[in-house]
């Protein structure tokens, strides 16, 4: 095999007591195959039970965060076996980021977009460079933003949500921070994610844990009562003559038939 067919998708280590995943298959813009969500879920969950961690930082290589769902994967697999799967993947992924007793630092200095918005969402502290881009695309392939509005629609206003879950526009970071999406804009974000890694360091860990449980506690009881419909629906729109045609489009890189 080769070494890039080897080479994690995910790196990890621990540097100053906190547990540091990089997102590292730019090849493809940090798109959420299933190697790459279960080398992060992985991550996480070693991170979770390792003593000497008090936090973790997710960080990524390359100008993107993350793109969201890997299109080219999914094209190859039976539509609606595919999107149930990466379906229940995402629900997970998501949960472990809003459960995990842990706080959670996004370091995004790129492109955040479709399921990659719901990944910072999860997190509970984003900081973002001044050049960072953000986007729900969804609509624009047939689908909408179902499983990571649990994450997203308890961060945003609700008029923020509205224009950028129908329009699909791009926006900045500043916006982000300004609708509740990003935490801090900074010049330098590998310096404020470590200041902010200062900060928690002065928390003890049980009471970052409840913290962070009251924090997101709401978040939670919305998993629990809606996951399992937006997961049914979500995966019912897969197969759909329009999400092909937005899938086949936007990997053909040409507008889909409505947009003409």
Known sequence: MT????????RSEIRDGFAVLTLDSPHNRNALSSRLVAELIAGLDQAAGDERVRGIVLAHTGNTFCAGADLSEASDADPAVAADQRTRVMIGVLRRLVEIPKPVIAQVDGNVRAGGMGIVAACDLVVAGPGSSFALTEVRIGLAPFMISLTLLPRLNARAASRYYLTGEKFGAAEAAEIGLVTVVADDPAAEVARLCGELRKGA????????????????????????????????????????????????RRPPSWAE
């Open 3 to 10: 070494e890039t067919s080897t080479a994690p998708l995910v």
């Open 205 to 252: 860990p049980q009471g970052l844990a409840e913290a962070k449980r009251l924090v997101n506690s709401g978040i939670l009881a919305e998993f629990d009562a809606s996951a399992e419909e937006l997961a049914v629906r979500s995966a019912s729109f897969f197969g759909t003559d329009q999400v092909r045609e937005g899938m086949t489009a936007f990997l053909q």
